[in-house]
């Protein structure tokens, strides 16, 4: 059902070209390329954290059960096929993929497998959305896993398939906290990690890759460079001048008014994303003043979305100011509670504050310039707040920063990030308690659990519908609107599949 309904959902990521592959060359192994990131992780284990940059890296070392092929449907990984469902949703049986080995030499085997995904279910914020539904996870043999729910969980799959807080599959004895080898199953492995340098990567050798053609993220995953050098380059502009000299093969998340300077040049060439994804205010539903419904409705009806939009992204084909959780051709479409959505409204702002007695004190938004749209939005929407009468300390740090302060409910009141659009609403970052944000309501909680739990699909939309309506009433976080992504990519680089968290396999460089 869950493959059924992510087919179904992926008409506007195909625009984002995730299916589109570069045309057919000669392809030949060798050669390194330099990608330049929006920063550094903070971390290198992608349970303990749910970050973009994160998921992108660790995807080539760290690898899942299953993932998402060109159409955004379900497809195993180190899963030899999608889980065997029985007992009424509520028994998955995975068989694995034999002669998978770890870079550490050793063959996974199906107590690596165990011991990871309980690791995830104690450790990762996804984990944690289906760990108390989870009767045990064992071994029936050494071929395969079975997870035994107390009651049905409908997206069961596509968390296990997830890059982002993943469950991803380790060595039993390389499970420390935090983890200190870094041994994964991936076409990649890591070699060298100098923080604020580089993650550099090389070909691991011993990889088994899936039969046939490479797919989205599926497929046989082709090992041609020889090594990936991932470089932090914090400041936007500085990674459009690397780009257009020639610095960096390929420039991640930049200015989409580089558009322009990108066309035509001889070094690099522009990759722009449509409906890539949206960008959002979290409001602290665990601790200070945005934990008073009123006060996080204030900012809801000050804030305007479409100057935010103007101001991040300039050009209108570069933004569409939608509130909407999912953009037209998705499946989870619905118009539930948007007359919420880009209010602008100062006069209803100042009356909300007053009813939720606001005292004068500073709004603290954390945002970082490394995401140059974050920043230009964080402004706009300063001024917005300003005129409403309230006060903003504005907090800009770099992104490590901002994910560590962010997990520390007494630092912060408003932080902004972004997501790629999912085929999967259960996949929505700020939905678990845990989240920072930690919007632990009643209401949601009964909403989210019949979605997870209901396979019918035109059931599951109602829901998820109602769901969306709850978020505009409770005002946990603010979609901002739809936004385009651009990057640079050297023409030498060939293979390339455009993606929400790029990836490298597949990818060789012209002789």
Known sequence: MLTKLARIGATALAVAGLGAAAPALAQQKGGTINVATIG????????????????????HFYETLYTFDKNWALTPLLAETLPQISDGGKIYTIPLRQGVTFHNGKAMTAQDVVASLKRWTELASRGKLVAGNIASIEAPDDKSVKITLKAPFAPLTALLAFNNSAAVIMPADKMENPIKDVVGTGPYQLKERKPDQYIQLVRFDGYKQRQGEPDGFGGARKQYLDEIRFVPVPDANTRVEGALAGQFDFADLIPVEAFDRLKGQAKTEPLLMQGFGWPMFIMNNKQGMMTNLDMRKAVQAALNAEDMLAAAFGKPEFYKVDGAMYPEGYVWRSDAGIKAYNQGDADKAKALAKTAKYDGAPIRILTSRQYEFHYKMAQVAAEYLKAAGLKVDLQVVDWATLVQRRAEPAL??????????????ALIAPLPD?????????AKNKLLNALNAESDEKKRKAIFADLQKLIFDEAPFYKVGDFAALSAKAPRLTGYSASPWPYFWNASLKP
């Open 434 to 442: 845990s989240y920072p944000g930690w919007w632990a309501s009643e």
């Open 412 to 425: 912060w009141d408003i932080f902004i990030t972004h997501s790629p659009f999912l085929a999967e609403p």
């Open 40 to 59: 550094e992780p903070n971390t290198l284990d992608p349970m303990v954290a749910a970050g973009d940059l994160l998921g992108m890296i660790s995807q």
